[in-house]
């Protein structure tokens, strides 16, 4: 008779055997993901490294420059297929091209998409003081460097809310709109929030298109609330950020131009803001598909909360009345900010193809962050990608490569993705019905 001792030490020893070989396997494929330095930290994490190498070199007459100088271009691409289950959840697969966490590269306006995200979650936790996302927001000042606002002529009635700013800063990335959602929000919130989320790497610590210093950026205006009366209903006062986050070293380019005079070094980012492109692409699944990230990684929103963030990411400017971006089709396109599948295209756009995104382009950098979707053909991916547009090193020169090569490269991007979902075999087409909306024309 077998003992009961033999039998549990040969059970362990299997075990112990099993494990290995499920810790050999595991290794291997990490060893294969050595070429990214942080992987997306999600429930879904299947992650394939070279399909976009392959798929990008079937096209020499679009890519073979970029990929030749990717570390010049500080290229860096997310693809992401969606593959829907028979309950209709759904599956994702990661598709990384040259993706560096420790690259750094200006975000940019895209630091909006977590700004907004954030603004509508403070609302929630605030809900019980009567406020929500349309509630007159008057910003009041504390000392010189900041400014005052009581009113808003391109809304309906005048009035500064929260979810005006945050149509702003979709349909044609308002700078001002951003600015009042980061004073209402304060740097400490802001930081903290997406740091316990997961987003370690974030660094989002000034205003846009003024001038202000370090010090100035860390201390955001009082604000105040008013109801449908106009009487109050929450006063918040002034907040100083005094957490100190990890020193960086990050700087740009081999000159840079500061008051019409050459300084011939690199440009010091390390004082500005920082969000790497992975962190951007979870951001927006998690709007998109909150399933999708850990619990302890969603925001705190509602449906209502959801489905105006998409509404204003995919809605054109031409199709908005307020603000009256309608009024002003030569300055504000339908493709205004829709940098991938469409470029720098002023011509009219398909109506079946929506894109919720979020661009950024400053110092030669653009970048975009995008959810496609295509109603009739029923196929939905997410891209994102971010490249350097500036041959001649030079920051602050007005002159970058935008047009002659940061907006082919996006345009080319989408299309040949967009391309190849079209052939794409989907097992189970989506259902998008509940990404279409009905917009202000």
């Not at 201390?219 to 106009?230: A, C, E, W």
């Not at 008051?259 to 390390?270: A, K, Q, R």
């Not at 653009?366 to 196929?379: E, G, H, Q």
Request: overall charge positive.
């Amino acid at each position: 008779m077998v003992s009961k001792n033999y039998i549990l030490t040969i059970c362990f020893l299997m075990f112990v055997l099993v494990n290995s070989c499920k810790s050999t396997k595991h290794s291997s494929k990490m060893e294969k993901s050595n070429e990214v330095k942080s992987i997306v930290t999600s429930i879904d994490t299947s992650i394939d490294i070279g399909f976009l190498d392959e798929l990008l070199a079937k096209y020499p007459q679009y890519f073979s420059s970029y990929i030749k100088n990717k570390k010049d271009y500080k290229l860096q691409v997310i693809y992401t297929q969606v593959n829907r289950g028979a309950n209709g959840m759904p599956d994702l697969m990661h598709h990384y091209f040259n993706v560096d966490s420790d690259n750094y590269f200006y975000p940019a306006s895209t630091v909006k998409l977590p700004i907004t995200i954030l603004a509508l979650q403070r609302l929630n936790e605030l809900k019980e003081k009567g406020i929500e996302k349309n509630s007159t927001l008057v910003h009041e000042s504390s000392f010189n460097g900041q400014t005052t606002v009581t009113n808003d002529p391109t809304a309906v009635d005048g009035k500064p809310s929260i979810a005006q700013y945050i149509k702003k800063v979709f349909l044609v990335s308002d700078n001002d709109a951003y600015n009042r959602l980061y004073e209402f929000l304060g740097q400490g919130y802001i930081n903290n929030e997406l740091h316990k989320k997961g987003y370690s790497n974030v660094q989002i610590l000034h205003r846009l298109n003024i001038f202000l210093t370090e010090e100035e950026n860390r201390r955001t205006n009082p604000v105040l609330f008013l109801d449908s009366s106009n009487k109050p209903i929450f006063y918040q006062k002034e907040q100083i950020n005094t957490n100190q986050y990890p020193k960086r070293d990050d700087k740009i380019g081999k000159g840079y131009y500061k008051g019409g005079v050459l300084i011939n070094e690199p440009l010091d980012f390390s004082k500005k803001n920082k969000i790497v492109l992975e962190d951007l692409h979870r951001m927006l699944i998690s709007l998109v598909f909150p399933e999708k990230v850990k619990a302890t990684e969603r925001f705190n929103l509602n449906e209502a909360d959801r489905n105006l963030l998409l509404q204003y990411m995919s809605q054109f400017p031409t199709e908005s009345s307020s603000p009256p971006y309608k009024d002003e089709p030569k300055k504000y396109w339908q493709a205004y900010s829709k940098f991938l599948l469409f470029g720098a295209q002023k011509n009219k756009l398909p109506e079946h193809i929506r894109v919720f995104n979020k661009v950024g382009d400053a110092y030669g950098q653009l970048t975009d962050v995008a959810y496609i979707v295509d109603f009739k053909n029923k196929i939905e991916f997410f891209l994102s990608a971010t490249i350097y547009c500036n041959s001649d090193g030079i920051l602050n020169d007005d002159k970058y490569d935008y047009n002659t090569v940061g907006f082919p490269f996006m345009k080319n991007l989408g299309q040949v993705i967009y391309d190849y979902e079209l052939k794409r075999t989907y097992k189970i087409k989506p259902v998008l019905s509940a990404f279409q909306f009905k917009y202000d024309k």
